[in-house]
């Protein structure tokens, strides 16, 4: 693993005994400031892969190039979170969606865990106009999860407190019921009483329940 790749916000899915990690490209940030300054997020679209099989011994697999997938709607590309799921066709599909920077969460779909990554909608899937998102100024950091009975949730939100909240209680954690497609939301979007939440949501399924963490 090069220590020229740099990459944060991690997430990951397991797939015939590979864990698949995917991450925020910051080495598109670091090159675009000349490597000089602060690396801010403001120029990344794009997305990083690397699999293993042992937790050890890495393959890089390059760059899903978010941008030029979903074109004008596309701010940026940040804090990834993926899931997979075994579709009636028998093929298994990935959904992974993304921070479309802080103004929604954009979503590719993919039939291998390393591509080739296509955009199915063209328009974010969550932006600010979402039912539900309401007083949540920035809907971003999406934490995806399917549970016991096959249906999908993701999980957004953060930022500093809305008119409404508090610092214990800021009112900016959302999560909403995917659609049967994994590319639509079902109903809307409802608040989660998550103290002093700020941003990175994950979410898994454990002991069936769904769990939400975050910074």
């Not at 900016?172 to 989660?192: F, K, P, Q, T, Y």
Request: proline fraction near 6%; glycine fraction near 14%.
């Amino acid at each position: 693993l090069s220590a020229s790749v740099y990459c944060a916000d991690p997430t990951a899915v397991e797939h015939d005994g590979r864990l698949y990690v995917y991450g925020t490209n910051d080495h598109q940030q670091f090159l675009a400031n000349g490597r000089q300054g602060e690396n801010h997020y403001g120029a990344i679209k794009s997305l990083v892969m690397f699999s293993t099989d042992d937790l050890v011994n890495w393959t890089y697999h390059g760059t899903i190039n978010v941008g030029a997938l979903c074109g004008s709607w596309c701010y940026a590309s940040w804090a990834p979170s993926v899931v997979s799921r075994r579709e009636g066709d028998g093929l298994t599909l990935f959904y992974l969606y993304f921070s479309n920077s802080g103004a929604g969460v954009g979503v590719l779909t993919a039939t291998s865990p390393t591509g080739p990554w296509h955009s199915p909608l063209n328009r974010p899937l969550i932006d600010r106009n979402t039912p539900g998102v309401g007083l949540c100024s920035t809907p971003f950091d999406p934490g995806v999860a399917i549970d016991g009975n096959g249906t999908g949730w993701l999980a957004f939100g953060g930022g500093s407190a809305n008119s409404q909240g508090t610092k214990l209680m800021p009112g900016n954690a959302r999560i909403v019921r995917l659609g049967a497609d994994m590319i639509s939301v079902d109903g809307e979007a409802v608040e989660v009483p998550a103290p002093y939440h700020f941003e990175a949501n994950e979410l898994n399924v454990m002991n069936g329940k769904l769990v939400l963490t975050y910074c």
